[in-house]
């Protein structure tokens, strides 16, 4: 059962461009949405997140936006850098401790 | 150390053998989590330490993995009598919080792979 659906599965996007990327849940026990960004070797690195109380947070050049009635939220790179290319991780958490993934999205950014 | 550190970085294991992965996480976090990434895949929740005490394994597929944490700092997560479909990188993570949520989220190290052959 795939709690946390993800897509793209893969991007590829200008420099200087804007890099999206969707997911959608079913849970509605879910109260914490982050994103996270994971170089290969590497474990994934927190980038981003947001309560379900706020429907936009913008840290940089990096934009969650959340519907809390669609169950939807997504990522936004401005100005996408090719230092952005990584896989991109979704997640949720209900209260408490365990994280749910989504399946991933492999972002290139072509220079 | 500045991060959350995993031993060993690779590990090939026959069919069958038993393995120990280790994992020092961030001193003083409370907590530690151990996930299980596929190849191509996102991680997927293992088990959740508070200090010792194991409060969730409801991720362990089976018998075989077994994870402890005896004096609320090093974790090992072992896995008994290996398959091939055990193989995949092994993610520990810590926080600060007790519950991983907000503010703090967690910090995860770079992984074991393991790889049964």
């Known amino acids: 059962q795939q709690q946390v659906k993800q897509s793209p599965q893969s991007l590829i996007v200008q420099k200087g461009g804007i890099s999206i990327i969707n997911c959608a849940y079913e849970n509605t026990a879910f109260d914490y949405f982050p994103w996270y960004q994971q170089f290969p070797g590497k474990g994934p690195a927190l980038l981003i997140a947001?309560?379900?109380?706020?429907s936009e947070k913008k840290e940089g050049r990096f934009t969650i936006s959340f519907n809390k009635s669609a169950k939807q939220f997504s990522l936004h790179i401005m100005d996408s850098q090719p230092g952005d290319s990584a896989t991109y991780f979704c997640?949720?958490?209900?209260?408490?401790?365990?994280?749910?993934f989504g399946a991933g999205t492999i972002l290139r950014v072509k220079s | 150390g500045a991060g959350v550190s995993q031993s060993p970085r690779y590990k090939v294991a026959k069919r069958g053998q038993d393995v120990a992965l280790r994992c020092d996480p961030i001193?003083?976090?409370?907590?530690l989590f151990w996930y299980q990434q596929a190849l191509g895949q996102g991680p997927e929740f293992l088990t959740y330490f508070q200090n010792e005490a194991q409060l969730d394994k409801s991720g362990l597929p089976s018998d075989r993995f077994f994870a402890e944490r005896p004096e609320g700092s090093v974790s090992t997560l072992k896995i008994q009598r290996t398959q091939q479909e055990d193989s995949a990188v092994y993610l520990c993570a810590s926080s600060l919080a007790p519950s991983a949520g907000g503010s703090f989220g967690y910090t995860f190290g770079s992984g074991t792979r393991l790889t049964v052959v």
């Open positions: 001193s003083g976090h409370v907590s």
């Open positions: 947001i309560r379900p109380d706020v």
């Open positions: 997640a949720a958490m209900e209260y408490g401790n365990k994280l749910v």
